[in-house]
């Protein structure tokens, strides 16, 4: 199967890291395709990043469909577009925060979501409220900006770590969520280090898609994502992209 993981900042060196990350999960029949998106913002950290991302989001996953991806993921932590992605394809779309807060809820009790700044951290308390998490999710900010993940001379991910023994010192967390696809090559290593469960959003999703490919499931057409996309909306997605 083909699924592609695609970065809805415009960051290539991160979709090179999430593309390496997501291949390394995957099973032996499973082809990885990585894109970063052409427009719009280098990092997303909340609301305002999210709605500039969305028009190259959409122009990758509705590209990639064509070319026979059978799912998609987004590697954004805030799901960014997920439901107008929904909409507009037909194959399964997975959001990182979504397919991580599921694995987590199959192996832990309770359990602690690490992102990067605050204003990333309000955006995802929401998401665990509408992923039915609230009561079972602590959401905490490192305050490490996106893009400083990539410098190992930032201390991004000292801070990282810090927030983490501070979870489970204080939250009592059984498991730690790594809330931001551009912290997913540290998953492995943070297990190791603190001897319990770290889910990786991106890892997650891609087994989660592989499963819904496999079982012959795809989005369902009904209800909310039952209307299809006006072909004027599709002719504008194109005249989004770069020339």
Wanted: aromatic share 4%; hydrophobic share 50%.
């Amino acid at each position: 199967m083909r699924i592609l993981v695609v970065n809805p900042n415009t960051t290539a060196s991160m979709t090179a890291m999430i593309a390496k990350a997501a291949q390394a999960i995957a099973g032996a029949g499973t082809e990885i395709v990585a894109a970063t998106s052409g427009m719009g913002p280098a990092s997303i950290e909340g609301y305002y990043d999210e709605a500039f991302a969305l028009p190259g989001l959409l122009l990758e996953i509705s590209k990639a469909e064509r070319a026979g991806a059978d799912a998609a993921v987004i590697a954004c932590f805030d799901d960014t577009g997920l439901d107008a992605a929904r909409a507009m394809a037909t194959i399964p779309i997975l959001g990182i925060c979504e397919a991580a807060l599921s694995t987590a809820s199959f192996i832990a009790k309770r359990f602690t979501v690490v992102t990067t700044m605050e204003r990333s951290r309000v955006p995802i308390e929401e998401l665990a409220w509408r992923y039915g998490m609230a009561g079972r999710a602590r959401i905490r900010a490192a305050d490490i900006p996106v893009l400083s993940l990539e410098d190992a001379n930032s201390g991004a991910r000292d801070r990282l770590r810090s927030e983490i023994a501070l979870a489970i010192a204080e939250d009592k967390a059984e498991a730690i969520v790594l809330g931001c696809a551009g912290m997913a090559d540290l998953a492995q290593t943070l297990q190791r280090e603190f001897a319990m469960p770290v889910i990786d959003g991106v890892g997650a999703a891609v087994k989660q898609a592989e499963a819904l490919v496999s079982l012959g499931l795809t989005t369902s057409k009904r209800g909310a994502y039952a209307t299809p996309v006006p072909k004027a909306y599709a002719g504008a997605l194109a005249e989004f992209a770069p020339a």
